[in-house]
Structure formats: structure tokens, C-alpha cells
């Protein structure tokens, strides 16, 4: 086999594992749009019949036509964008340091940054929980929110140093030339020019606060407090979710901004996480 056919193979395996792979993970998504599309005699039919005999947008307009459901979207979209723009507020100096600066084990503690991104939040529930509820940080949104940013700060600030390694450092050289401060030319140069890697950063944070189950699941009891990603559980025992194919439309609807934001925003997504994969 000459070595153009073995590419061409190798190719066809690629795209043939990738196409089984997005069947796995859509083939759930799939068939809860199908449930959403039916009406309550249908949902009986159950796997007889994949595609609605008659689609219907009626359980989605119920979904969103319910204060409370949307009272939950709000707040996860508050939780994430606060969350996020939290966590580079606090990784873009950290992440500005370990790139410009110098310091004994700098490489080492940089390491230990990313091991803390490697435990789960399952392992310190418990002393979250005591520690949260001494501060009187229960039923708080700004506890959550401190919670998120402090899960997400060592990844983002491995995302935002990448973005700033690939700044020439003459760049800064020249303003501090011209009289500009250290913080001055944090500000005026290098973020403005860290400004893609900074937006990339913060949508993959958003992102991944939106699907955050267990954080609010622990500190947030009162139901009006509740974002969309616990909400849904309570949401399904009530009077407006008691079908099923209301509450897979109300499921979907949690899902799919997620989706959308990564299918529009993967460039830059991919982008931050590969920015200075090759640099020395």
C-alpha cells in the first residue's frame, strides 16, 4: 500500500470515528427535541415512532411563557457572566505575572495552579458547605459566584498567560520608555492586545459555569435563587413540568445556549486553549 493510499485511509478512519463519536452525543439531544415536538397522546408512543406525527412548538411556548422558568434562566446567565468576569479580574494580573516576571519556582507553582483545575468539586463539598455557611455566604449569589471564580482561575489563567506570551515584549519595553508605569502598561498595552484571548477566556468560563450543578446545588436552597441547571430538577415536580414533553422542552432549552454560544464561539474557543501550545 503506498504511503497516498495509507493517508487517505487514515483520513476515512478519522472522519468515520468523529462521525460516530457526534452520533453518541447527539443522539441523546436528538431524541429529546423529539419528545419536546410531541403532543401529551404521543409522548405514549414512546421509541414507536422517532419524528412527531404532529410537531408542535405549544411546549415551548408554555416553558417560556413561565415566569419562574425564566426567572431560572436569569440567574444562571447572572451567575456565569459574574463568575466570569470575576475570574479575569483576578487571573489577568496573575496571568500578566507568571508571563512578564521572573521568581523561584515559577514554573512549579505553575503546575500546582493547574492541579488545583484537577479537583473535583465532589472532593470538598463537604468543607465547602461548613466554611461557606460560617462566612453566612448560604443563599447568596455573590457566594456562588466567589465559588465559581475560584474554580476557574487556575484554568483561565493558564488561557489568559498564553494570550500574553504571544505579545511582543518590546511592545511594553517602548511605552515603559516613554514614562509609562508597570501597571500603566498593563492597562494600556497589554490587555487591549490581550483582547481576543481575554474574550475567548471568558466565554469558555461562561460556558462552563452554565452547566455548574453542583456548586449552586449546595449553596443555594431558596427556589427563586436557583439557577437554570439545579432549577430544572425542582421545575420538573411542578404543575407546568408534570408531562413529559414539557419538561424535555424545558430541558432543551437549558442545553441549547450552551451549544449555540460553542458552535458560534469555537474558533476563539479552540483558539485560547492552543495559543502557545508550541512556544518554548
Known amino acids: 500500500m503506498t504511503a497516498e493510499a495509507r493517508e487517505k485511509w487514515g483520513d476515512a478512519l478519522t472522519y468515520l470515528s468523529a462521525i460516530l463519536i457526534a452520533a453518541f452525543f447527539l443522539t441523546p439531544l436528538a431524541w429529546l427535541l423529539s419528545l419536546s415536538l410531541r403532543t401529551r397522546q404521543e409522548v405514549f408512543l414512546g421509541a414507536s415512532r422517532f419524528i412527531p406525527k404532529r410537531p408542535t412548538l405549544d411546549n415551548f411556548a408554555q416553558i417560556l411563557s413561565d415566569p419562574t422558568f425564566l426567572l431560572y434562566l436569569w440567574n444562571g446567565l447572572k451567575l456565569s457572566a459574574l463568575g466570569g468576569l470575576g475570574c479575569l479580574l483576578v487571573a489577568a494580573p496573575a496571568a500578566y505575572a507568571f508571563s512578564r516576571f521572573w521568581f523561584s519556582g515559577k514554573s512549579a507553582l505553575m503546575m500546582v495552579i493547574l492541579a488545583f483545575q484537577m479537583i473535583s468539586p465532589l472532593v470538598i463539598l463537604v468543607p465547602l458547605y461548613r466554611y461557606m455557611s460560617a462566612l453566612g455566604l448560604i443563599n447568596s449569589h455573590f457566594g456562588v459566584t466567589m465559588v465559581y471564580i475560584a474554580v ?11 494570550a500574553i506570551d504571544n505579545i511582543p515584549k518590546s511592545l511594553e519595553e517602548a511605552a515603559a520608555i516613554d514614562g509609562c508605569s508597570r501597571f500603566g502598561t498593563f492597562w494600556r498595552i497589554t490587555l487591549p492586545l490581550a483582547a481576543p484571548g481575554l474574550a475567548s477566556a471568558f466565554i469558555l468560563i461562561v460556558i462552563l459555569n452554565w452547566s455548574q450543578f453542583l ?31 414539557v419538561l424535555a422542552a424545558a430541558c432543551l432549552v437549558a442545553v441549547v445556549p450552551a451549544i449555540v454560544a460553542f458552535l458560534l464561539l469555537q474558533r476563539m474557543i479552540v483558539g485560547a486553549l492552543t495559543a502557545g501550545a508550541v512556544k518554548g
Do not use: E, Y
Not at 476557574?152 to 498564553?162: A, E, G, H, I, R
Not at 449553596?219 to 430538577?233: C, E, G, R, T
Open 152 to 162: 476557574s482561575v487556575p484554568m483561565c489563567t493558564w488561557l489568559v498567560k498564553s
Open 215 to 245: 456548586i449552586p446545588f449546595l449553596l443555594l436552597n431558596k427556589d427563586a435563587q436557583l439557577p437554570i441547571s439545579v432549577a430544572i430538577f425542582n421545575f420538573s415536580g411542578t404543575s407546568n413540568a408534570s408531562t413529559t414533553q
